[in-house]
Each structure stands twice: as structure tokens, then as C-alpha cells.
């Protein structure tokens, strides 16, 4: 089963790197607000170049004056299954998938969204299913903040690294 890895990136603003191991590479998006369980909501998922895998098991810090620059916590991973083949529901603009992970399982989906300026934007949605949670249920990332790599918070990385 390929892999997926979400790293809590806190650069120039805080934001959660999601990452599906597609064709030998990480397929990467920025989600901005960082995923949600709460069924239908939506999260903006900016596209963003493919990492290497070796990359999904990176926690610490970049430092200033790199590209990425600020602490990067391992939020969760796991495997990810596609719902048919992921190469093409890429290119098409909608993938379906299910997450096993520590902190996300279930099914989501990825739409990208109308074409607007040079980033390529697509929104990351939780599926109704029994991994969801209900709108008024407490924020998973408020609840669980700590990296599954270290235990730590990305504040604690962060101080640790200076």
C-alpha cells in the first residue's frame, strides 16, 4: 500500500502539507486550515511541487533563508488506498481515497478547483462515513496537536532546534 504523510509546517504562516505517495514521489498540497473530519467541509489544498519520499519521514527544522523555512512536525501518516487508478483521477481533477493513518482514516476525496492564476487549487473533503465527525464536534487539530514521529508540538520542535 502507498503511503501518506500530513506535516504541520509552521513557515511564513502555519499550514498542514499533505502528501500521497503517487508514481515513486510525494504528491503534495498545502492545506491551509489543515484537514477537517467534519463530512462535506471543505479545505483549499494548493498544489505544490512533489517531494521525494524519503522526505515523509522528515520532522525539524528548515532554516531561515531556505525555501520552506520554520518548523515541520510529522501531524500524522499513514497508507492510502485510491479509488481506481490515481494517475488518472489526478489528471481528470477528482481522486477518491481512503486514509489508515494514526489520525485520519476513511474516505475523502480531492476536487481541483476552476483554474485561477498560477497556483493549481483543489479541496480536500472528508467523506460521510463512520470516520466522521459532526460539525460540532471538537477541531482534530486542536485535539490532537502532537507529532506522531516525537510526541512533541511544533512549538517544542521549534525551541529544541535553537
Partial sequence: MPSFVVQKHAARRLHYDFRLEVGGVLKSWAVTRGPSLVAGEKRLAIEVEDHALSYGSFEGVIPAGSY?????????????????????????GLLRFHLDGAKLTGGWRLARMAPRGRQVSWLLIKAADAAA?????PDLLEECPLSVLSGRTIEALAADAS
Fill in 68 to 92: 520552506g523555512a520554520g518548523a515541520v512536525l510529522l501531524w500524522d501518516r499513514g497508507t492510502w488506498e485510491p479509488d481506481g487508478d490515481p494517475v488518472a483521477g489526478l489528471a481528470a
Fill in 133 to 137: 465527525r459532526p460539525r460540532d464536534a
